[in-house]
């Protein structure tokens, strides 16, 4: 069930990512064509946000996050352990003030429309939210596993 989940945020990002290009094209000829799409550039930056934290989310899920680990490397394997429990643990607690915060935003500015399509704000808004929710059950799920060390740092 999880792996179908995580096919179907990538399958939805993929889609969301086409469905941009084909709206800021269309957005394009019909400017050059004396008939602009006036919406097109704010249905694409609210497929934008979406498409982005689902992006992370997947990311996050395949450990391919920047890290900066040129010191660790060089502990001992029990202190890298404890560096990434300690790590694991400050990007769950982030995550939450992520949603907690995310989710106040957005239900606070919910009444609020986007100037030209009229949609709610809330659309636009609670990507970050639920992205920080996708990725804090990730984190979970990862350290529930025993965060698995990657290939990289394994070798050492």
């Not at 930056?45 to 920047?66: E, G, N, P």
């Not at 900066?68 to 790590?87: S, Y």
């Amino acid at each position: 069930m999880y792996n179908r989940f995580r096919q179907a945020e990538l399958a939805i990002a993929r889609i969301g990512l086409a469905s941009i290009v084909i709206i800021i094209l269309a957005g394009g000829v019909g400017r050059s064509v004396g008939h602009p799409l006036i919406w097109s550039l704010e249905v694409a930056m609210v497929i934008f946000a979406w498409v982005s934290v689902l992006a992370i989310d997947y990311a996050l899920q395949k450990r391919r996050h920047i890290g900066v680990d040129a010191v660790v490397r060089l502990f001992p394997h029990i202190a890298r352990r404890c560096c990434t429990w300690f790590n694991e643990t400050l990007i769950l607690i982030f995550l939450g003030c992520g949603v907690w915060y995310g989710y106040s935003f957005t239900f606070a500015t919910a009444g609020s429309q986007l100037p030209v399509t009229g949609l709610s704000s809330a659309w636009l808004n609670s990507a970050v939210p639920t992205g920080c929710v996708l990725m804090f059950i990730n984190t979970a799920l990862h350290m529930v596993s025993g965060c698995p060390e990657s290939e990289e740092v394994s070798e050492l």
